[in-house]
């Protein structure tokens, strides 16, 4: 194989190309591809491309979805997670991680824990209701993507976070 090729897409245009060749010491080449993507309402998408000639290329990659924004926490009380029971999505509200049945009490399994659109999965990826409202305002009046993770504890009251 001569190069790689990144191709970037915006919706549905091809916004970038980027060819890079490929340059072997013992057998090995090493690479690396180096963009940016606006902070909008769009998806992007990636696709990486061995290229072995002119008419000679084999998809390697591709990664759909894409987008930039902002990430926010929320934490405190039941009221935050208001038992994870949200049904509403958009696809520019995003979340991290899951919620296990115990409330994340015990140990599970990391590799589990992926971006995802919120309230997606239903329970496994919920924001609660109050984080969703939170999300999407902020998502609408910004005009950007808005990831919220929550790490609100659904068995605690307003007085385990106050002091005195």
């Known amino acids: 194989m001569t190069h790689l090729s990144l191709n970037i897409f915006r919706g549905n245009s091809r916004v970038l190309y980027i060819p890079k060749k490929l340059n072997y010491i013992n057998d090995k080449a090493s690479w690396d591809f180096e963009f940016n993507i606006l902070a909008e309402k769009v998806n992007y998408k990636l696709n990486i491309y061995i290229v072995?000639?002119?008419y000679d290329s084999?998809?390697?990659?591709?990664k759909t979805n894409l987008v930039a924004g902002d990430v926010y926490i929320l934490n405190?009380?039941?009221t935050a997670s208001s038992s994870y029971s949200e049904k509403s999505t958009d696809d520019f509200c995003r979340t991290f991680g899951i919620n296990t049945l115990n409330g994340n009490e015990y140990s599970y399994n990391t590799k589990d824990t992926l971006w995802s659109v919120s309230n997606s999965l239903g329970y496994l990826n919920n924001v609660g209701s109050l984080g969703y409202i939170f999300q999407k305002r902020l998502s609408d009046e910004l005009n950007i993507p808005i990831a919220l993770i929550n790490l609100s504890d659904h068995f605690?009251?307003?007085?385990?976070?106050?002091?005195?």
């Open 76 to 78: 405190g009380n039941n």
């Open 58 to 62: 084999t998809l390697i990659i591709s």
């Open 52 to 54: 072995n000639s002119k």
């Open 156 to 164: 605690s009251t307003s007085s385990q976070f106050s002091s005195k």
